[in-house]
């Protein structure tokens, strides 16, 4: 079989696992979608970097451990996957249908235009924006933009603050918005949690985050005078034009859940792929599904982390004694050093949705339902803050293809000290939460 051939197979069983997430029947996610995921990205082991490789192998060694000592320990990990799955490629599908809208442009020029202060605070805030519908595809949008930056204008305290600025923009997304990946899987795991609790506390968390990040950035030079930006005209129709696209995916979202008792991520991946369809019926032009064979990598590191850690935590309960029980000190305790653990995980390339998932897993079994919302913060503070301020999270690697900045001091040597202060306050909050609803 040629390439050519392959890499149709591989878009096919893709879109094959998206079908299968969107059904969201656990025989479809043992026999159809974890199977054809799976399939689609060992054919695509030649163009894997190396970490995703290491994830797909430890999959694979798992999955061929649990079939030997309890076929029964992967269906959570087996169903998580497929979900996930179809969430990714529901989300491509939509940043593909949104960015090709003329809006998008315009936005983009309204980001870049201004004061230091006020294209800083636009570009963190419009970066979150944009996350909403488009996931990484603002990461790529804006990060093009700041390349084209630096080729046409040289290297800047600008365009290093507006690297500072999506990296933290991106970040407080999955903390806040209630279409990021890590909301998600939250809310899905853990049990007894709707997500206007969650966003409540949330919110404010990443708009205090994002604020005092004006703190930490370098000075820049005044323009020369007559040479300053000028913002696009009527710019309004297109911030109102994603936010119509938000606001949308948002009520179907939260509509499906309720009226048709959907998985939170199944809920949002339908909604997305309503738009989608809302989209190409509007654009008679251009109605072909994108190719869904260069997303292999995406869909290794975050499925295969969650698979890991959903089925570790299948593993580790099944091996918990029935009597046992957590001290009470413990809930508040492990709310504070789990968005620390996963920044330091995130130091060495661990995934945060590893020991998201882990944790997620295991809050069913060990963590008081009333308190679920202390762990929730804990789990999304700390996957936001490990994916805006550690080096090799993708959109960090991203920032580094696209700007030239190296990942390293783009997040360790630009944003430790932020990093280290939001951790201090959103653990704190975390634990505080966890100690007041405890029973």
Same mark, same amino acid.
């Given at each position: ?12 069983? /893709? ?36 970490? @995703? ?64 202060? *006020? ?19 603002? /990461? ?37 918005? @209630? ?52 913002? @696009? ?35 949002? *991946?339908?909604?997305?792929?309503? /738009? =989608? ?33 959903? *089925? ?67 789990? =999304?503070?700390?996957?936001?803050? *490990? ?11 991203? =920032? ?40």
């Amino acid at each position: 079989m040629n390439a050519r051939r392959i890499d149709n197979l591989r878009s096919a069983l /893709v879109y094959l696992t998206l079908v299968a997430g969107v059904l969201g029947l656990p025989r479809l996610a043992w026999f159809v979608g974890a199977p054809a995921l799976i399939l689609a990205i060992v054919l695509a082991w030649p163009g894997l970097n190396r970490i @995703p490789r290491v994830i797909v192998s430890a999959v694979l060694v798992a999955i061929v451990g649990a079939l030997l000592v309890e076929p029964g320990l992967l269906s959570a990990g087996l169903m998580t996957i497929t979900r996930l799955a179809a969430l990714v490629v529901a989300v491509m599908l939509l940043s593909h249908a949104l960015g090709r809208s003329r809006h998008l442009s315009i936005i983009s020029e309204h980001l870049f235009a201004g004061r230091a202060l *006020t294209r800083y605070l636009s570009i963190t805030f419009g970066t979150l924006f944009l996350a909403m519908p488009l996931n990484f595809g603002s /990461v790529s949008v804006v990060s093009t933009l700041i390349g084209r930056e630096i080729y046409n204008y040289g290297d800047s305290g600008g365009a290093r603050n507006a690297a500072r600025a999506v990296l933290r923009g991106f970040g407080s997304a999955s903390v806040c918005s @209630p279409l990021s990946i890590a909301v998600v899987l939250t809310l899905t795991l853990v049990p007894g949690l709707h997500g206007w609790q969650l966003l409540s506390l949330t919110f404010p968390l990443a708009a205090g985050y994002l604020i005092t990040g004006t703190l930490f950035r370098e000075p820049e030079n005044a323009p020369v005078p007559g040479q300053a930006r000028q913002r @696009p005209p009527h710019v309004v129709p297109s911030w109102l034009f994603f936010a119509a696209c938000i606001g949308l995916i948002c009520v179907c979202t939260f509509a499906s859940r309720a009226l048709f008792g959907l998985a939170y991520a199944q809920a949002v *991946t339908c909604s997305c792929l309503l /738009v =989608v369809a809302i989209g190409l019926l509007a654009s008679p032009g251009e109605r072909r599904l994108p190719r869904m064979d260069n997303i292999s990598n995406e869909l290794a590191i975050i499925c295969g982390s969650a698979f890991l850690g959903a *089925t570790l935590s299948a593993f580790v309960a099944a091996g918990l004694d029935t009597d046992f029980d957590l001290p009470d000190w413990a809930f508040p305790a492990i709310a504070f050093g789990l968005p620390w653990v996963l920044f330091a995980g995130g130091l060495i390339g661990m995934n945060p949705l590893i020991l998201v998932t882990l944790a997620g897993g295991l809050s069913s079994r060990l963590w008081p339902e009333a308190a679920g919302l202390g762990l929730a913060i804990a789990m =999304v503070s700390g996957w936001g803050l *490990t994916i805006a301020g550690t080096p090799y999270s993708a959109n960090a690697l991203l =920032v580094q293809r696209l700007t030239g900045y190296d990942n390293w001091q783009a997040t360790i040597g630009w944003s430790l000290a932020l990093s280290l202060l939001a951790l201090a306050v959103a653990s704190s909050l975390a634990a505080t939460t966890t100690l007041v609803l405890m029973p």
